[in-house]
């Protein structure tokens, strides 16, 4: 199946371009590390913000959009991180509240920040829309939700969406439905959806694989412990980074074992956007650092002092640094020949100084 005339190159989420020539896009996800606080939500806002995030996302849901207030076991948590909760009751807490988004809006633009969201119901995009969100992120659990996906699309606005617990057929069945819906710019982030996932999980190779499969940008959304999995990403080609923030990790927020404090967000941009400068792109040209050093190349030189009519020998001409002499390539054919004039001891082997020699220009293409 082939998609990549559907979609553009690069997205753009209020003026920032993201794809593979921009400096990576890190998104500070503030899920329900509010605590249910409106004034710790603004908070995190204005930490993200210093700590240099390139934007903030949100979610948007209520428990009754989300799930069924039931106790039965298939909505009961057995293991992991929310052990012995029910659906409903974590997301009770983990939510945020309605009535508070457009506070953050408001709080976001004061700083300059781009915030959307991930909405989990049609009335979710709605409520988004109201506010003018710029971006729509559908999370991993949501990637099977085609009404959901298709909605977001006819917005116009551009899409990220995550692919944690997806086989690759559902993975292009999301895409379709972007396209389906009218989307042009989308984005995928590689996602394990383990809270916290461990690193051996992380299988970053599977960004590689998504880059050949697809045209538009490819990231990944890190539920590690660390900034370990997200520099290594960036270095298979990542253009976008989602990670989860908090203020600090031991303040008892929903999703704080996962989450980086603000030094640690920090540190992430900085070293990711390094990663990214030292990658580059493909290249053999002398670079401006090197040019000084260029001269300190080996060359031929006269390692003893030599006399007109005297035969050049290994032990009077040498492959030595610096490069100021000729081409080592021309030792063989220079060795039996015979100086034409005195020269002496470290000096620099010229063309002019060997009889019956001339130096050819040797194009060594590999």
Known sequence: MSLKNNFLNEIEIAGRKIGN????????????????????????????????????????YTADTITLEHDGPEFCLTDGLWKGRTLHNLYQEAHTPWEWHQALFEKAASRNIPIFSSPFDSSAIDLLESLNCPAYKIASFEINDIGLIKHAASTGKPMIISTGLATLDEIYEAVEAVADGGGKQLALLHCISGYPAPIEDCNLATIEDLKKRFSFPIGLSDHT????????????????????????????????????????????????????????????????????????????????????????????????????????????????????????????LDAAYVENFTERARDIQR
């Open 21 to 60: 020539n921009h400096p990576p896009y890190l998104i500070a996800e503030l899920s329900g590390n509010h605590k249910g606080s409106l004034e710790e939500a603004l908070n995190l806002i204005d930490a993200a913000t210093d700590a240099n995030a390139s934007a903030i996302k949100i979610q948007t």
């Open 225 to 348: 412990i660390d900034n370990t999995a997200s520099i290594a990403a960036v270095c298979l080609g990542a253009s976008v980074i989602e990670k989860h923030f908090v203020i600090d990790k031991n303040d008892g927020s929903v999703d704080a074992a996962f989450s980086l404090e603000p030094a640690q967000f920090k540190q992430l941009v900085s070293e990711t956007n390094r990663v990214k400068s030292a990658i580059g792109r493909a290249g053999y040209e002398l670079k401006p650092s090197e040019e000084i050093n260029r001269r300190f190349r080996r060359s031929l030189y006269c390692s003893q002092s030599i006399k007109k009519g005297e035969v050049f020998t290994n032990q009077n001409v040498r492959s030595v640094r610096p490069g100021l002499g000729l081409h080592t390539r021309y030792l063989p054919e220079i060795l039996g020949k015979v100086a034409n004039q005195d020269i002496n001891f470290g000096t620099p």
